[in-house]
Structure formats: structure tokens, C-alpha cells
């Protein structure tokens, strides 16, 4: 059993559009998901303001709130945060996500932790794909395992078929890994970068009142009259560098590339962070900086050399979701809160190396406005 991340050939060929195609059907990155990211956000906040201001390690509730945008898309319902199943999942993410930099270390122990961390997600995950079984109406797909099993149905007499339910079960894997650590991570990063540039956070405050003001909620046909609220989204992404490595990629055949010869069938590691952080293309590329997403008038100015969805073929499967869900978050939370360090605390941007470049955990006030 092979998923779209970790395969080639026909076999990701295939996964790979479906995914695609799938997801676009159910609005991936389109207009339709916008209620649910800010339906998500209520509970959030809800889960927020019951902590008046005080101190808190937002990494669970972050988590919780990005996996159940992934949990309508593939299972076609949100979980409740205290909702036994969920915590569970939530927890096993978390230790695979945490067991990977051990895997690195390549020691006999952390092998066996990560295959059976893997071996529970995969039971809950094959839990859910048996109810969708027992409730599945061909005429009516509602989410992408209904999808999948339309799928299975329809390419069962092909002779390349790689839909099978093994591979369904890596997929939704694929969505969760891919689909949720990411964008939780870069909204962690984003509060304690707005804790640490107070100034930064007041003018995207301002735009926001200016803009939507408090009695409405942010929509995507927002993102055009907030230029600066956009450049600073797009330079929490590029400072925060969560994966500044991209997916291996092998070649399939010699390539010439700045001079050098790459043979036939080698693995290449494409090196995202030399481009975010390049001298040349960035003008204070180590310092938090929204003005280089701006021209010289305030309006949003694009760059050619801001990859961190990787590029190529491979492009980050679901950038156009974490698009949309971290400008809608991010809105959100700068409409309803301010973020700041407890007294007396300094803000301290190292990272721990994982599955992504996240914070190390930290305590920040979350303060309503």
C-alpha cells in the first residue's frame, strides 16, 4: 500500500489526481469550505476565551482546530475537542509527528514506536471507512471516502488499478500528515511572531477594523483589500520555514543543472530554505520584514522565489487549502484577539526539528479585544 506522497510512477499518477480532483470537488480551496474554516474558528475562539488572557500553550487547540477542517473533508463531520475518539487521534498524531526526528537517529527503539503509532491511526482511520461502508449511496457522495470507494467500484476490471482500500487508508493518512501539522505549525509561528512585533500586529488590527470591522467575519474576497494583512501571512510563511527541505525527488533521467551533471535515477533533496532566505532575492531576508510583499504604493507584489509549497509536479498537494485556512485563521484571530508574552517573558523564536520546522512549546497570552 503506497499514498501520493511517497510513490511515483502510475501508482501517484493516479492517487495523485483523484486527490486532486476529489478535493476540488468538495471546494478545496474554493469558496464552499469557507463556512466550515469559520465555523471551525468559533469553537476555537470559544475554547480561547475561557482562558481570559491567562497564559496558555495553544498547540492542542490549534491542532484540534485544523485536523477537523480535515475530518469534514474526509470523514464528512467534525469531532467535538472533548470528543474521546478525536483526543485519541489528535494524540497519536502528535507522537508520530515527535517520533520522526528519533526515526533520524535511526536506533532500533523509535522504529517499533512509530510502527505502532501508525498501525492505531490506521485502525481508526479503517474504523471510519467501515461505517462509511455500511452507509454508502453511490448516487451521493459525501466526503472524500465516499469518493474513494466510488472509485474503488468504477476501476475494479482495470489492469493498472492502484484504488484499493489499503491505499485509501494511506491516503487520508497523506491528508492529515500533510493537511493539519503544517498549517497548525504556521499559525503557532504566526502568534509568537505577532508577540514579538507589536507594531506589525496593531497595523494588521487596524486593516482588519478598517476593512471588515467587528461585526462580520473575514471571507477570501477580503484578501484583496487587505495588502498588508497578506504580506504579513505570506512572511510568517517564508521566516517560519517549516519545511525547508522539500520531498525527496529522484531523476529519471541525466539532467544538466547550474553547470553540474545529476545522473539518471538519483535522489535529490531540493533545499526550499537556500531560496526563502537568499540574499539576493529578499532585502533583509533574516528579519521579519511584511514590506517584501509590498510595492513601493501598499499593494500586494508577488515573488517569483516564495516556495514554501516546494514546486514543480510535486507541488504541495493541498496549498490551495492552507491558503485559505491560514488567511481566514489568521483574520480571525487578529479581528478577535491580541497576542502577547506572559510578564516578564521573552519571546524565543527556536524551533524543534520534526515532520516540520515548529516553535518549541511556549506559553502565550491570548488576550480578547
Known amino acids: 500500500d503506497q499514498s501520493v506522497i511517497f510513490s511515483n510512477g502510475n501508482i501517484w499518477k493516479q492517487q495523485r489526481r483523484f486527490a486532486l480532483s476529489t478535493l476540488k ?10 463556512p466550515v474554516i469559520l465555523d471551525e474558528f468559533t469553537h476555537c475562539a470559544e475554547e480561547i476565551r475561557a482562558y481570559k488572557g491567562k497564559p496558555v500553550n495553544p498547540h492542542l487547540i490549534i491542532n484540534n482546530a485544523v485536523s477537523n477542517i480535515i475530518c469534514q473533508l474526509v470523514f464528512g463531520h467534525r469531532f467535538e475537542y ?25 536506533l532500533p527503539g523509535p522504529h517499533q514506536t512509530v510502527k505502532q503509532i501508525w498501525y492505531d491511526v490506521k485502525k481508526f482511520i479503517r474504523e471510519e471507512l467501515n461505517q462509511h461502508k455500511k452507509n454508502w449511496d453511490p448516487s451521493n457522495s459525501k466526503d472524500y471516502i465516499d469518493c ?9 476490471a482495470q489492469n493498472d488499478n492502484t484504488f484499493d482500500e489499503e491505499n485509501l487508508i494511506m491516503c487520508v493518512l497523506d491528508l492529515f500528515v500533510a493537511g493539519s501539522e503544517t498549517t497548525s505549525t504556521t499559525l503557532r509561528w504566526a502568534f509568537l511572531f505577532m508577540a514579538k512585533h507589536p507594531e506589525i500586529q496593531e497595523k494588521v488590527q487596524a486593516e482588519i477594523d478598517r476593512v471588515i470591522g467587528q461585526s462580520r467575519q473575514p471571507s477570501m474576497e477580503d484578501r484583496a483589500n487587505l495588502p498588508y494583512t497578506d504580506a504579513v501571512i505570506h512572511e510568517i510563511l517564508r521566516m517560519g520555514n517549516i519545511t525547508p527541505l522539500a520531498l525527496p525527488h529522484s531523476t529519471n533521467k541525466e539532467v544538466q543543472l547550474g553547470g553540474y551533471t545529476i545522473p539518471k535515477e538519483v535522489l535529490i533533496i531540493p533545499n526550499i530554505a537556500s531560496v526563502l532566505f537568499d540574499r539576493k532575492e529578499w532585502e533583509t531576508p533574516f528579519t521579519f520584514n511584511p514590506s517584501h510583499f509590498l510595492n513601493e504604493k501598499g499593494k500586494f507584489a508577488k515573488k517569483t522565489s516564495f516556495i514554501p509549497f516546494s514546486a514543480g509536479k510535486r507541488l504541495c498537494l493541498g496549498e490551495n487549502l492552507a491558503r485559505m485556512e491560514l488567511f481566514l485563521f489568521f483574520t480571525s484571530f487578529m479581528q478577535h484577539f491580541t497576542f502577547s508574552m506572559p510578564a516578564g517573558v ?17 506559553k502565550i497570552c491570548i488576550t480578547p479585544r
Do not use: C, H
Open 346 to 362: 521573552k519571546v524565543v523564536m527556536d524551533y524543534r526539528a520534526g515532520v516540520t520546522l515548529a516553535p518549541k512549546p511556549y
Open 82 to 106: 472533548g470528543d474521546e475518539k478525536f483526543m485519541k487521534l489528535m494524540l497519536l498524531f502528535d507522537q508520530l509527528y515527535n517520533s520522526f526526528n528519533l526515526l533520524m537517529r535511526l
Open 25 to 34: 470537488y468538495f471546494g478545496f480551496g474554493k469558496k464552499s469550505l469557507e
Open 148 to 156: 474513494y470507494l466510488q472509485e474503488i467500484e468504477t476501476n475494479k
